[in-house]
């Protein structure tokens, strides 16, 4: 039972990311690398986070200080990592071949968000795997039996939120249209304020999950229009016929 829990938990938690890597990113270079600097940068903010909550002694009781402050630097190097990329664009043709094309403004803001997606997955839930890697079975000394399942389906919500938020603030950041931005920032707030509920007893792990996934759904469609998409894409896809995107 701890087998099939811990392997059934970890394709929830790391599935869609696994995708997307092998489908999108792997075959490419350069990608590669965007996608592993974004993980850095993530790391990066980490640390800070990690830092400012050693500092700040008298308020390392208080999570939502913890999970606010982690926010506000996991953006702050989200645009350290626009800027950065976007002062190298010249020097990417580099790692290209020569009838190959630099990478896009709009895949860069996808693979970045993946990258961030990689190393917040992976330093969430790792550990919890772990601890459930048996022997054992979940729940059986009174703990609550739908933690790990819980912590892996918001595991995947903030892979595939990341990923729609680096297509996002990219987007609004090249187009100069900051209400975006401004809008990644809030719903990245509201989504980690909301996992603050599931600290009660008994955890509010619904109250927490099913607005986090709707939020998911909205930025996901937002990245979609964003990244060139359209209902007509849509129609063709479900239709068979052929479609195609306007990237800029």
Same mark, same amino acid.
């Given at each position: 039972?701890?087998?099939?829990?811990?392997?059934?938990?970890?394709?929830?938690?790391?599935?869609?990311?696994?995708?997307?890597?092998?489908?999108?990113?792997?075959?490419?270079?350069?990608?590669?690398?965007?996608?592993?600097?974004?993980?850095?940068?993530?790391?990066?903010?980490?640390?800070?986070?990690?830092?400012?909550?050693?500092?700040?002694?008298?308020?390392?009781?208080?999570?939502?200080?913890?999970?606010?402050?982690?926010?506000?630097?996991?953006?702050?190097?989200?645009?350290?990592?626009?800027?950065?990329?976007?002062?190298?664009?010249?020097?990417?043709?580099?790692?290209?071949?020569?009838?190959?094309? /630099?990478?896009?403004?709009?895949?860069?803001? *996808? $693979? +970045? %968000?993946?990258? !961030?997606?990689?190393?917040?997955?992976?330093?969430?839930?790792?550990?919890?795997?772990?601890?459930?890697?048996?022997?054992?079975?979940?729940?059986?000394?009174?703990?609550?039996?739908?933690?790990?399942?819980?912590?892996?389906?918001?595991?995947?919500?903030?892979?595939?939120?990341?990923?729609?938020?680096?297509?996002?603030?990219?987007?609004?950041?090249?187009?100069?249209?900051?209400?975006?931005?401004?809008?990644?920032?809030?719903?990245?707030?509201?989504?980690?304020?909301?996992?603050?509920?599931?600290?009660?007893?008994?955890?509010?792990?619904?109250?927490?999950?099913?607005?986090?996934?709707?939020?998911? /759904?909205?930025?996901?469609?937002?990245?979609? *229009? $964003? +990244? %060139?998409?359209? !209902?007509?894409?849509?129609?063709?896809?479900?239709?068979?016929?052929?479609?195609?995107?306007?990237?800029?």
């Amino acid at each position: 039972m701890t087998t099939m829990s811990l392997f059934g938990a970890t394709f929830i938690a790391f599935g869609p990311l696994i995708a997307m890597f092998i489908f999108t990113i792997v075959k490419d270079p350069l990608k590669v690398i965007i996608m592993i600097a974004g993980s850095f940068f993530w790391l990066l903010s980490l640390l800070l986070s990690s830092l400012l909550w050693v500092i700040v002694s008298p308020l390392q009781d208080e999570l939502a200080f913890a999970v606010i402050f982690s926010v506000i630097f996991q953006e702050l190097f989200r645009l350290a990592y626009y800027k950065l990329l976007r002062k190298a664009d010249d020097g990417m043709q580099q790692f290209t071949d020569v009838d190959q094309d /630099v990478i896009s403004k709009n895949q860069t803001g *996808y $693979v +970045a %968000g993946v990258g !961030f997606a990689l190393m917040s997955s992976t330093m969430s839930t790792v550990n919890i795997l772990a601890d459930h890697s048996g022997p054992g079975t979940v729940g059986i000394n009174g703990d609550d039996e739908l933690f790990l399942l819980t912590s892996a389906f918001f595991t995947c919500c903030f892979t595939l939120l990341h990923t729609f938020w680096g297509v996002i603030f990219f987007y609004g950041m090249d187009k100069k249209k900051y209400l975006m931005v401004l809008g990644v920032v809030v719903s990245h707030l509201a989504v980690s304020c909301l996992t603050l509920l599931n600290q009660y007893d008994p955890p509010m792990y619904m109250a927490s999950l099913i607005p986090s996934y709707v939020i998911m /759904v909205l930025m996901g469609t937002w990245a979609y *229009y $964003v +990244a %060139g998409g359209s !209902f007509q894409n849509v129609l063709a896809f479900f239709t068979c016929k052929h479609g195609g995107y306007d990237f800029d």
